[in-house]
């Protein structure tokens, strides 16, 4: 087989390869379109609204576990039930993603995630109202703003800012867990402050009000001119409404979807798939329960706070350097079999001395889940021939990837309850870990989809 055309990739084109875009094939209408020309001519209102955006992603999520001890014992919710909290979420990220690109063709990017930002903020104030079925509803509407944002966040920073990419989505990845550390960390001393764990998460409304506050400016200049009722956004199709984006050829989606690989008949695109929803699962499942676990074997929760966050914070490390690897390379089996290993390390380690090595434990499950997070959107690129099959095959990883994640928090959650203690949940972490060093040597695996002898 001859080289891929994806080897060799420096760091700035892998970066801008993983920003799938939420409007590709689309051409916006001419009033929306002339309304980005102006918004692109004041990058500060852009760059403030996405990393206010961004740092918005995780915080929601990453501020619950700290105090989720509290939200069971104030509700007497079992250990599966409180894992709702966590699952409920992820299971609504999977199903609302798919719909993103098409609200944005409707109503455009900005609008989006203006109203992305306004569920959020109101899906994390219902969380605390006093019934447990306001907390499962609150928790549904946080996992649709977070899906939303998720799909069209990495588009609009291609879209606007095309010759900075890779800073861009330096910055954007950093406010993202800059977001989920500080909320971790600060979960408990909020939780003192505030007067229990309501005050504590309904904080974190406040942040995605002042976000949408300033999406709002942007919403509004980029569908002045629009009539009611026209969309933002045509098929970039010749035979279709709307004319080809410049600098495209080709038959639009409708006509590439047909002539492309089939995803669900490829092996490569569903271990690509089973890869990022693995270790999803297994970030997920230390987001819902580690401080939880260092808590019941005796750390403050304050402690447990800090350690959480900490491993959040050092995902950064994995996340960078992971990708930039892959990208220099043939074969990225290897890379997949080493991330997985450091989480199996790291969830070993919590079996022998969960207290006392916990910093250390913390330290290879971040670099252990920022490196195979990061491994998983390179795989997207790199098994992709072109940048409509990576979109897609991106779609169908997020949309399946969330589902089997969402098991991850309730399973153990249940086997935690029914067996009093962590050691077969952590156990079954660490036959997920092996299963992924089995999916990433065939994922890792230099062919692309579509391949006859793929």
């Excluded at 959040?312 to 690897?325: H, K, N, R």
């Excluded at 309850?417 to 890792?444: F, K, N």
Aim: hydrophobic content about 50%; proline content about 6%; some cysteine.
């Amino acid at each position: 087989m001859s080289p891929s055309p994806k080897e060799g990739l420096s760091t700035e084109e892998l970066i801008e390869a993983e920003l799938f875009d939420a409007e590709e094939d689309l051409t916006p209408s001419p009033p929306v379109a002339a309304a980005r020309r102006r918004l692109r001519t004041h990058p500060v209102l852009l760059l403030v609204g996405i990393v206010l955006a961004s740092l918005n992603m995780r915080a929601a999520l990453a501020g619950v576990s700290p105090v989720l001890g509290e939200i069971s014992d104030d509700f007497g919710m079992t250990s599966t039930v409180s894992s709702l909290v966590t699952t409920i979420p992820l299971i609504f990220m999977g199903v609302i993603s798919p719909l993103a690109p098409k609200l944005a063709r409707r109503w455009g990017t900005e609008t989006v995630l203006f109203g992305a930002l306004l569920l959020l903020a109101g899906g994390i104030a219902l969380r605390i109202a006093p019934p447990v079925v306001a907390l499962f509803a609150g928790c549904a509407v946080v996992g649709s703003g977070i899906a939303l944002l998720n799909v069209l966040m990495p588009g609009l920073i291609k879209r606007d800012f095309p010759d900075r990419a890779a800073g861009m989505t330096a910055l954007y990845s950093t406010a993202m867990i800059l977001g989920a550390t500080v909320s971790a960390a600060a979960a408990v001393p909020l939780e003192h402050a505030l007067g229990g764990w309501r005050g504590s998460l309904v904080s974190w409304a406040l942040l995605a009000a002042i976000a949408a506050c300033v999406w709002l400016p942007q919403v509004v200049l980029s569908r002045r001119g629009t009539r009611h009722g026209q969309v933002a956004a045509v098929p970039a199709s010749p035979a279709g409404q709307g004319q080809p984006a410049e600098g495209r050829t080709g038959q639009g989606r409708a006509g590439r979807d047909q002539a492309g690989p089939k995803l669900t008949r490829s092996p490569i695109a569903w271990q690509i798939t089973l890869f990022m929803g693995s270790q999803s699962l297994i970030a997920y499942v230390t987001i819902a329960w580690l401080p939880t676990l260092f808590t019941d074997h005796g750390m403050s929760k304050a402690a447990a706070g800090l350690v959480f966050a900490f491993s959040t914070l050092v995902q950064m490390g994995g996340s960078f350097i992971v990708p930039t690897l892959a990208g220099r390379m043939r074969d990225q089996r290897l890379l997949c079999a080493a991330v997985a290993v450091f989480m199996a390390v790291g969830i070993a380690g919590l079996l022998v001395a969960p207290v006392g090595g916990a910093w250390v434990w913390a330290t290879l499950l971040g670099l252990g889940q920022g490196g195979s997070l990061g491994i998983a959107l390179t795989l997207m690129v790199l098994r992709s021939g072109d940048a409509h099959t990576a979109a897609r095959l991106s779609g169908m990883a997020q949309t399946w990837g969330y589902l089997l994640a969402a098991a991850g928090p309730v399973v153990l959650g249940a086997v935690h309850q029914a067996t009093g203690g962590w050691t077969i949940p952590l156990a079954l972490l660490l036959c997920v870990c092996a299963g992924l060093v089995l999916l990433g040597l065939g994922a890792g695996k230099n062919r692309k989809i579509g391949d006859v002898a793929a």
